[in-house]
């Protein structure tokens, strides 16, 4: 358990601790991926930091074992992903790369400003397709042609 401030953080054996330059106790959490199906939309919850390092590699590999297994219409919901950084971009390129050689489509919902002013500046905007609600990315799907 770690308390400061008035809070109090239980982690789990999953989280990492790093130690700041300043001495002080920094909690990184990893990035949980949840899959839910609806209709014929995989929806994938992600939560965390989407950064270089094993958060990346899992993303990428979930979502091409996924495609794999046939599974062509998948949302990504970043509504908790707490920060991306430039090889979080290219694991969501990836990741975009993979479904459309499947001839399948990737659809970004929940961005949350920082990500969203990110896709901007980077131009990314015009690549991905991206909605405020998750119901929003899964009914663009049945109007597609």
Known sequence: MIAGRGLKFRLSIDDVALLGSDGRRRVIMPLYIVEKKQDDVLILDLRGRLTLGPETAELRSRVNDLVEAGNRQIVLNLR??????????AALIACYTTVRKHDGNL???????????????????????????????????????
Do not use: C, W
Not at 80 to 89: A, K, Q, R
Not at 110 to 121: C, P
């Open 80 to 89: 908790e992903v707490t920060y991306v950084d430039s090889s979080g971009l």
């Open 107 to 145: 659809k970004l919902a929940h961005l949350t400003t920082r990500i969203r002013d990110l896709l901007q500046i980077t131009r990314l905007s015009t690549v991905f397709e991206n909605y405020t609600a998750v119901q929003d990315a899964v009914a663009s799907f049945r109007m597609a042609p």
